[in-house]
T-cell receptor, first 111, second 114 residues
Framework: DAKTTQPPSMDCAEGRAANLPCNHS???????VYWYRQIHSQGPQYIIH???NNETNEMASLIITEDRKSSTLILPHATLRDTAVYYC????????????FGQGTELSVKP | DAGVIQSPRHEVTEMGQEVTLRCKPI?????LFWYRQTMMRGLELLIY????????DSGMPEDRFSAKMPNASFSTLKIQPSEPRDSAVYFC????????????FGPGTRLTVL
Protein backbone atom coordinates (compact mmCIF):
# COMPACT_ATOMS: atom_id res chain seq x y z
CA ASP A 1 0.00 0.00 0.00
CA ALA A 2 1.08 3.55 -0.69
CA LYS A 3 2.33 5.37 2.39
CA THR A 4 1.31 8.81 1.18
CA THR A 5 -1.83 10.91 1.12
CA GLN A 6 -2.46 13.49 -1.57
CA PRO A 7 -5.49 15.58 -2.53
CA PRO A 8 -7.22 13.99 -5.52
CA SER A 9 -7.27 17.15 -7.60
CA MET A 10 -6.07 20.75 -7.74
CA ASP A 11 -6.35 23.68 -10.09
CA CYS A 12 -3.71 26.28 -10.86
CA ALA A 13 -3.67 29.36 -13.06
CA GLU A 14 -1.15 29.41 -15.86
CA GLY A 15 2.00 31.30 -14.87
CA ARG A 16 1.36 30.93 -11.17
CA ALA A 17 3.16 28.61 -8.79
CA ALA A 18 1.59 25.21 -8.26
CA ASN A 19 2.03 23.85 -4.74
CA LEU A 20 1.21 20.16 -4.42
CA PRO A 21 1.07 18.80 -0.86
CA CYS A 22 1.80 15.28 0.31
CA ASN A 23 1.43 13.72 3.74
CA HIS A 24 3.71 10.85 4.72
CA SER A 25 3.33 10.76 8.50
CA UNK A 26 4.73 7.21 8.87
CA UNK A 27 7.93 7.88 6.95
CA UNK A 28 11.06 6.38 8.50
CA UNK A 29 14.58 7.69 8.57
CA UNK A 30 15.83 5.75 5.57
CA UNK A 31 12.96 6.56 3.28
CA UNK A 32 13.17 9.08 0.48
CA VAL A 33 10.37 11.18 -0.94
CA TYR A 34 10.06 10.88 -4.72
CA TRP A 35 7.81 12.76 -7.10
CA TYR A 36 6.75 11.52 -10.51
CA ARG A 37 4.11 12.82 -12.87
CA GLN A 38 2.09 11.22 -15.62
CA ILE A 39 0.75 13.24 -18.48
CA HIS A 40 -2.28 11.64 -20.06
CA SER A 41 -1.51 8.35 -21.81
CA GLN A 42 2.25 8.70 -21.31
CA GLY A 43 4.67 6.87 -19.06
CA PRO A 44 5.41 8.38 -15.63
CA GLN A 45 8.15 10.99 -15.61
CA TYR A 46 10.63 11.50 -12.77
CA ILE A 47 10.57 15.00 -11.28
CA ILE A 48 12.63 15.17 -8.11
CA HIS A 49 13.46 13.36 -4.87
CA UNK A 50 14.83 14.19 -1.43
CA UNK A 51 15.59 12.80 2.00
CA UNK A 52 15.76 15.64 4.51
CA ASN A 53 16.89 18.80 2.81
CA ASN A 54 14.94 20.87 0.35
CA GLU A 55 15.84 20.14 -3.25
CA THR A 56 15.60 22.09 -6.49
CA ASN A 57 16.18 21.18 -10.09
CA GLU A 58 15.20 22.55 -13.46
CA MET A 59 11.68 21.20 -13.15
CA ALA A 60 10.62 21.85 -9.59
CA SER A 61 11.43 22.40 -5.93
CA LEU A 62 10.77 19.96 -3.11
CA ILE A 63 10.16 21.28 0.37
CA ILE A 64 10.27 18.69 3.16
CA THR A 65 9.13 19.66 6.65
CA GLU A 66 11.60 19.34 9.49
CA ASP A 67 9.76 16.36 10.98
CA ARG A 68 9.61 14.83 7.46
CA LYS A 69 5.94 14.00 7.85
CA SER A 70 4.91 16.07 4.88
CA SER A 71 6.32 17.69 1.79
CA THR A 72 5.33 20.07 -0.99
CA LEU A 73 6.24 19.96 -4.64
CA ILE A 74 6.46 23.41 -6.17
CA LEU A 75 6.21 24.11 -9.88
CA PRO A 76 7.29 27.77 -9.90
CA HIS A 77 5.58 28.91 -13.09
CA ALA A 78 2.98 26.37 -14.16
CA THR A 79 2.19 26.00 -17.84
CA LEU A 80 -0.62 24.18 -19.60
CA ARG A 81 1.83 21.36 -20.31
CA ASP A 82 2.16 20.75 -16.57
CA THR A 83 -1.39 19.41 -16.49
CA ALA A 84 -0.88 15.84 -15.26
CA VAL A 85 -1.31 13.43 -12.36
CA TYR A 86 1.43 13.97 -9.78
CA TYR A 87 2.53 11.08 -7.59
CA CYS A 88 4.28 11.44 -4.26
CA UNK A 89 6.10 8.22 -3.33
CA UNK A 90 7.94 7.22 -0.18
CA UNK A 91 10.70 4.85 -1.06
CA UNK A 92 13.01 2.96 1.25
CA UNK A 93 16.54 3.21 -0.05
CA UNK A 94 16.97 -0.55 -0.10
CA UNK A 95 13.42 -1.37 -1.04
CA UNK A 96 14.59 -3.24 -4.04
CA UNK A 97 13.37 -1.02 -6.77
CA UNK A 98 9.74 -0.77 -5.86
CA UNK A 99 7.90 2.42 -6.61
CA UNK A 100 4.52 2.11 -4.91
CA PHE A 101 2.21 4.54 -6.67
CA GLY A 102 -0.84 5.88 -4.89
CA GLN A 103 -3.72 7.69 -6.52
CA GLY A 104 -1.84 10.95 -6.97
CA THR A 105 -3.09 14.50 -7.47
CA GLU A 106 -4.61 15.48 -10.77
CA LEU A 107 -3.33 19.00 -11.46
CA SER A 108 -5.21 21.10 -13.98
CA VAL A 109 -3.44 24.22 -15.16
CA LYS A 110 -5.94 26.67 -16.58
CA PRO A 111 -5.36 29.68 -18.86
CA ASP B 1 19.53 9.49 -26.57
CA ALA B 2 16.70 7.11 -27.18
CA GLY B 3 14.54 6.44 -24.17
CA VAL B 4 12.94 3.16 -23.20
CA ILE B 5 11.35 1.60 -26.26
CA GLN B 6 8.26 -0.56 -26.08
CA SER B 7 6.44 -2.50 -28.75
CA PRO B 8 3.77 -2.78 -29.83
CA ARG B 9 2.17 0.46 -28.68
CA HIS B 10 -1.30 -1.01 -29.03
CA GLU B 11 -2.39 -4.63 -29.02
CA VAL B 12 -5.88 -6.00 -29.46
CA THR B 13 -6.35 -9.73 -29.08
CA GLU B 14 -8.97 -12.28 -28.27
CA MET B 15 -9.33 -14.15 -25.03
CA GLY B 16 -7.16 -17.23 -24.94
CA GLN B 17 -4.50 -15.91 -27.28
CA GLU B 18 -0.86 -15.50 -26.35
CA VAL B 19 0.39 -11.93 -26.03
CA THR B 20 4.03 -10.84 -26.00
CA LEU B 21 5.08 -7.35 -25.02
CA ARG B 22 8.59 -6.15 -25.72
CA CYS B 23 10.92 -3.66 -24.11
CA LYS B 24 14.33 -2.22 -24.94
CA PRO B 25 15.83 -0.40 -21.94
CA ILE B 26 18.04 2.65 -22.14
CA UNK B 27 21.55 1.62 -23.18
CA UNK B 28 23.80 1.12 -20.17
CA UNK B 29 20.94 0.69 -17.72
CA UNK B 30 21.21 -2.45 -15.60
CA UNK B 31 17.77 -2.62 -14.01
CA LEU B 32 14.48 -3.17 -15.81
CA PHE B 33 10.95 -3.01 -14.46
CA TRP B 34 7.53 -4.04 -15.76
CA TYR B 35 4.46 -2.17 -14.46
CA ARG B 36 0.77 -2.46 -15.20
CA GLN B 37 -1.77 0.37 -14.98
CA THR B 38 -5.52 -0.03 -14.71
CA MET B 39 -8.25 2.30 -13.55
CA MET B 40 -9.11 0.02 -10.66
CA ARG B 41 -5.64 -0.76 -9.35
CA GLY B 42 -3.56 2.16 -10.58
CA LEU B 43 0.13 1.61 -11.33
CA GLU B 44 1.58 -1.59 -9.90
CA LEU B 45 4.98 -3.24 -10.23
CA LEU B 46 4.87 -6.71 -11.76
CA ILE B 47 8.53 -7.73 -11.82
CA TYR B 48 11.98 -6.28 -11.97
CA UNK B 49 15.37 -7.46 -13.19
CA UNK B 50 18.85 -6.47 -12.19
CA UNK B 51 21.70 -7.45 -14.52
CA UNK B 52 19.23 -9.63 -16.46
CA UNK B 53 18.29 -11.64 -13.36
CA UNK B 54 14.73 -11.49 -11.98
CA UNK B 55 14.94 -10.06 -8.47
CA UNK B 56 11.33 -9.63 -7.40
CA ASP B 57 8.36 -11.15 -9.21
CA SER B 58 5.92 -10.92 -6.33
CA GLY B 59 3.71 -8.60 -8.34
CA MET B 60 3.16 -11.05 -11.17
CA PRO B 61 -0.55 -11.81 -10.93
CA GLU B 62 -0.51 -15.51 -11.77
CA ASP B 63 1.16 -18.24 -13.75
CA ARG B 64 -0.27 -16.95 -16.97
CA PHE B 65 2.25 -14.14 -16.80
CA SER B 66 5.95 -14.66 -17.45
CA ALA B 67 8.84 -12.30 -18.08
CA LYS B 68 12.30 -12.85 -19.49
CA MET B 69 15.40 -10.80 -20.05
CA PRO B 70 17.73 -12.79 -22.30
CA ASN B 71 20.24 -9.95 -22.57
CA ALA B 72 20.85 -6.43 -21.33
CA SER B 73 19.01 -4.79 -24.21
CA PHE B 74 15.79 -6.77 -24.41
CA SER B 75 12.97 -8.02 -22.24
CA THR B 76 9.60 -9.62 -22.87
CA LEU B 77 6.41 -9.93 -20.86
CA LYS B 78 4.21 -12.79 -22.02
CA ILE B 79 0.62 -13.56 -21.14
CA GLN B 80 -0.64 -16.99 -22.05
CA PRO B 81 -3.58 -17.45 -22.21
CA SER B 82 -4.82 -13.88 -22.12
CA GLU B 83 -8.07 -12.89 -20.41
CA PRO B 84 -10.22 -9.74 -20.63
CA ARG B 85 -9.14 -8.71 -17.12
CA ASP B 86 -5.57 -8.42 -18.42
CA SER B 87 -6.61 -5.36 -20.40
CA ALA B 88 -4.39 -2.53 -19.18
CA VAL B 89 -1.46 -0.32 -20.11
CA TYR B 90 1.84 -2.07 -19.52
CA PHE B 91 4.88 0.08 -18.87
CA CYS B 92 8.52 -0.85 -18.96
CA UNK B 93 11.08 1.23 -17.07
CA UNK B 94 14.83 1.08 -16.64
CA UNK B 95 17.37 2.54 -14.26
CA UNK B 96 21.09 3.04 -14.38
CA UNK B 97 22.51 0.73 -11.77
CA UNK B 98 20.91 0.00 -8.48
CA UNK B 99 17.18 -0.58 -8.46
CA UNK B 100 16.97 2.48 -6.24
CA UNK B 101 18.20 4.76 -9.00
CA UNK B 102 15.76 6.97 -10.88
CA UNK B 103 13.49 4.95 -13.15
CA UNK B 104 12.79 6.11 -16.69
CA PHE B 105 9.54 4.86 -18.19
CA GLY B 106 8.67 3.88 -21.72
CA PRO B 107 5.53 5.03 -23.54
CA GLY B 108 3.61 1.89 -22.63
CA THR B 109 1.67 -0.80 -24.49
CA ARG B 110 -2.10 -0.55 -24.38
CA LEU B 111 -3.46 -4.10 -24.32
CA THR B 112 -7.09 -4.90 -25.01
CA VAL B 113 -8.27 -8.48 -24.63
CA LEU B 114 -11.70 -9.07 -26.11
Amino acid sequence: DAKTTQPPSMDCAEGRAANLPCNHSTISGNEYVYWYRQIHSQGPQYIIHGLKNNETNEMASLIITEDRKSSTLILPHATLRDTAVYYCIVRYYNQGGKLIFGQGTELSVKP
Amino acid sequence: DAGVIQSPRHEVTEMGQEVTLRCKPISGHNSLFWYRQTMMRGLELLIYFNNNVPIDDSGMPEDRFSAKMPNASFSTLKIQPSEPRDSAVYFCASSLGLPTDTQYFGPGTRLTVL
